[in-house]
């Protein structure tokens, strides 16, 4: 529900006045999509990374081959380290936005965006399920870069 | 001429719906990120976790 009324405000709002408030919205709603795959996430990891320790153990195996069999969990930890890491910037970018610079909001955004594609594919990657919240925020923040551009290209 | 009346009249009540539906959203200004997300718990279970197999891993 959110997201449609964050893309019909894009569509019939285009950069005007409230173009600052979609953006905060859209940056807080991706952010609440973050903390509820960080919720789903850590507890999994904890689970894994037990098990692997245990199996290296009882293998006679070293510190390497634990982190080789938590590769693919230390992946998704990564890539959603580098979401909450370009949400903060995003979060600054904002701040500028609203002080009269709205220059790197476009990039902080893409940055946001991208994050979010490599989380989908990490949390895949480890089977854990992705968060609808994550996936809506995908769209909902493609599509303000997306209109963005086509506004930059007119 | 009537079918841009038409259109716009649409395109107003879409508006004024989609005001509306905003509209308690609007009087509370967003969160900040800071407020939403405010630890990346994922990492702090990585930190714990490395941290007790390089101990529990470490050569005797």
Redesign the interface.
């Known amino acids: 529900m959110k997201t449609a009324?964050l893309c019909?405000?894009l569509t019939?709002f285009g950069c005007g006045a409230s173009a600052l408030?979609t953006a905060?919205?859209t940056?807080?709603y991706t952010?609440?999509a973050?903390?509820a795959a960080?919720?789903t996430?850590?507890p999994r990891?904890?689970s894994a990374?037990?098990d692997?320790?245990a199996e290296?153990?009882e293998a006679g195996?070293?510190?390497e081959a634990?982190?080789e069999r938590?590769q693919t969990w230390?992946g998704?930890?990564h890539s959603?380290?580098a979401l909450?890491s370009a949400?903060?910037v995003?979060?600054r970018a904002l701040d500028a936005w609203e002080a009269g610079d709205d220059s790197h909001w476009l990039g902080a955004a893409g940055c946001v965006v991208s994050a979010l594609g490599e989380l989908a594919d990490g949390l895949t990657a480890v089977g854990v399920p992705i968060p609808d919240a994550l996936t809506k925020a995908l769209e909902t923040l493609t599509g303000f870069t997306s209109a963005a551009c086509e506004g930059a290209r007119r | 001429m009537k079918t841009a009346g038409l259109i716009l009249e649409m395109?107003a009540r879409?508006?004024s719906v989609?005001a509306g539906?905003?509209g308690g959203?609007?009087k509370e200004?967003?969160?900040?990120?800071?407020e939403?997300?405010t630890q990346?718990?994922?990492?702090?279970?990585?930190a714990e976790?490395d941290d007790?197999?390089?101990k529990?891993?470490?050569?005797n």
């Open positions: 009324l019909a405000s019939l408030e905060r919205l940056v807080q952010a609440e973050g903390n960080d919720e996430l850590s990891y904890v990374a037990r692997a320790l290296t153990l195996e070293d510190l634990y982190h938590m230390d998704a930890a959603l380290q909450f949400l903060h995003a979060q | 395109i879409l508006a989609a539906a905003l959203r609007e200004p967003a969160k900040r990120v800071e939403v997300w990346n718990r994922t990492a702090l279970a990585k976790a007790a197999a390089a529990a891993l470490e050569p």
